[in-house]
T-cell receptor, first 108, second 122 residues
């Protein structure tokens, strides 16, 4: 089965750039979606289909996808960006949706 | 305004059954794929099952295949998840999710309900 690998945690200072990687075999050939989940809340899609920013999501959020790594980039990080972030793809060989293990973003 | 509201969560013993429902409003329900995603306490997101707009095509995670059945009633704008032979590892919050279009899986999970909790205990 297809596996997506994310680091458990990423820590950055306010105002800097956070980059959250999502690794997978030839992930660049798949469409990647990113979800943000704050404590006690349901997830929210922030980036869809590699780089499409969802309605209401600040321009500070962007996505890229190439080779074996997709990346969620958050510029000018704010305290309110602290959350768990999950990448997700569709594995066409099994018709299964697959989530990464999630990355906890901490704003120092 | 798009709204999704799950119901049916409960405490249940191993081997028992539950049916979750998700009432949808604010969009043309039959034009979108719908999905169930679960999250065990303190854990990450796990895809459970998806169904296309027509209801004719369904997809399941290996962990629930043969035990869970996804269905939809487009006349009632309602999504269901029939859960049989429940196990302790099925304990989780279950989210009803709307896709951003009708597909077999490439759609993004665009809108999430607040979730409903299931606790399987002995």
């Amino acid at each position: 089965s297809y596996v997506l690998t994310q680091p458990p945690s990423v820590s950055v200072a306010p105002g800097t750039t956070a980059r959250i990687p999502c690794g997978g075999d030839n992930i660049g050939s798949k469409g990647v979606h990113w979800y943000q989940q704050k404590p006690g809340q349901a997830p929210v899609v922030v980036i869809s289909h590699d780089s499409g920013r969802s309605s209401g999501i600040p321009e500070r959020f962007s996505g890229s996808n190439s080779g074996n790594t997709a990346t969620l980039t958050i510029s000018r990080v704010e305290a309110g960006d602290e959350a768990d972030y999950y990448c997700q793809v569709w594995d066409y060989t099994t018709a299964h949706r697959v989530f990464g293990g999630g990355t906890k973003l901490t704003v120092l | 305004e798009v709204q999704l509201l799950e119901s049916g969560g409960d405490l249940v013993q191993p081997g028992g059954s539950l049916r979750l429902s998700c009432a949808a409003s604010g969009f043309n329900f039959n034009n979108y794929a719908m999905t169930w995603v679960r999250q065990a306490p303190g854990k990450g997101l796990e895809w459970v099952s998806s169904i296309r707009g027509s209801g004719l095509d369904t997809y399941y995670a290996d962990s629930v295949k043969g035990r869970f059945t996804i269905s939809r009633d487009n006349s009632k704008n309602t999504l269901y998840l029939q859960m049989n032979s429940l196990r302790g590892e099925d304990t989780a919050t279950y989210y009803c999710v709307k896709g951003d279009h009708d597909s077999n899986g490439i759609d993004a999970l665009e809108m999430w309900g607040p979730g409903t909790r299931i606790l399987v205990y002995s």
